[in-house]
């Protein structure tokens, strides 16, 4: 099992950036699929990012079409922690972001059925 508590939200104006955090518990955070959701009031939760184990070439990442050039996500193994660095913000990016884990296959997985484990979520509020 492994326990994700995310750090990082807060109030931005439109245009400025935050990272998030998300810290893992246990020795096999390397051996997990990472992903990064959000879920505005009255919305579905969605993936905005995702990041595969690391394979021999490096973990890959996926990112939704309106956060590409934007945000950035990155795992530091040795920290247990994945990151998710968000520039340019809008608006529109207010949302509760939850981290997420599974430890199947390497790949990049965008569907929240998909993972096992989830941290409490951080609110993110982008004010215009």
């Known amino acids: 099992q492994v326990q994700l508590v995310e750090s990082g939200g807060g109030l931005v104006q439109a245009g400025g950036s935050l990272r998030l955090a998300c810290a893992a518990s246990?020795?096999?955070?390397?051996?997990?699929?990472m992903g990064w959701f959000r879920q505005a009031p009255g919305k579905e939760r969605e993936c905005v990012a995702a990041?595969?184990?690391?394979?021999?070439?490096?973990?890959?990442?996926y990112y939704t079409d309106s956060v590409k050039g934007r945000f950035t996500i990155s795992r530091d193994n040795a920290k247990n922690t994945v990151y998710l660095q968000m520039n340019s913000l809008k608006p529109e990016d207010t949302a509760v972001y939850y981290c997420?884990?599974?430890?199947?296959?390497?790949?990049?997985?965008?569907?929240?059925?998909?993972?096992?484990?989830w941290g409490q979520g951080t609110q993110v509020t982008v004010s215009s």
């Open positions: 997420a884990a599974n430890s199947f296959l390497s790949s990049t997985y965008v569907e929240a059925k998909q993972y096992d484990y």
């Open positions: 246990g020795r096999t955070f390397s051996s997990y699929n």
């Open positions: 990041i595969s184990r690391s394979g021999r070439s490096g973990p890959s990442t």
